[in-house]
């Protein structure tokens, strides 16, 4: 059995919280929390099936964190993932981090707009399907100092009970454009008055 300590809490979900792993910390925990039941196990399940339908079409963990298995742990069952750290060691933020904060945004504008075409190409080359993306599923992984790029941490696979898409490029395509028009819309309507995001996706005054 793996024992988790409470100091070694990263963030949660809206069904699992992190935890750095207590023997690598380049990996990370994620158990499902106690006062989620039923949906919880079931959404834990299909992600991690569809991480193995990826697994089986070599995609490049480049934007997402590669999933190492299933432990039993001291809070319950686990899931191993890599945990997404900066070139400095830190613990990567969350994208709602960094568009929350007008500086902060301004002072990564330059990776942030590369990283954004970069996790759209990913998503259309590879055909991943998620479930939303959301500002708060993704972390912005700092590659250096004025690089980095967007990665998914939750919320990863196909919610619908015949998966044609994971099998149809066109259909997944589609599916795709169509989720990430709504991750820029819902962007936008969260932070109004982000000037990046307004120049980024062509948004006028």
């Not at 988790?4 to 023997?23: F, L, N, Q, W």
């Not at 001291?74 to 568009?99: A, E, M």
């Not at 993704?138 to 967007?150: I, P």
């Amino acid at each position: 059995m793996l024992d988790i300590k409470t100091s070694s809490y990263v963030a949660e979900g809206k069904h699992r919280a992190c935890y750095i792993h207590p023997h690598n910390e380049s990996l990370c925990v994620k158990v499902l929390l106690p006062s989620k039941t039923g949906g919880s196990q079931e959404e834990a399940n299909r992600e991690t099936k569809y991480y193995r339908f990826l697994e089986k079409k070599n995609v490049p963990w480049t934007m997402l964190p590669k999933f190492h298995g299933e432990v039993i742990t001291n809070l319950g069952k686990g899931y191993v993932f890599d945990l997404v750290r900066d070139y400095d060691g830190n613990i990567s933020r969350n994208l709602t981090h960094y568009l929350s904060n007008q500086q902060l945004t301004q002072n990564h504008a330059q990776a942030l707009s590369v990283a954004f075409d970069l996790l759209n190409q990913y998503l259309l080359q590879w055909k991943i399907i998620t479930l939303n993306i959301q500002a708060r599923n993704l972390v912005f992984k700092q590659t250096s100092s004025d690089e980095g790029r967007l990665v998914i941490v939750d919320d990863v696979g196909n919610p619908e009970l015949i998966p044609i898409c994971n099998y149809i490029d066109f259909m997944a395509t589609m599916k795709i454009k169509r989720k990430w028009q709504r991750f820029v819309s819902l962007l936008l309507k969260a932070y109004p008055d982000n000037k990046f995001l307004k120049s980024k996706f062509s948004v006028k005054n």
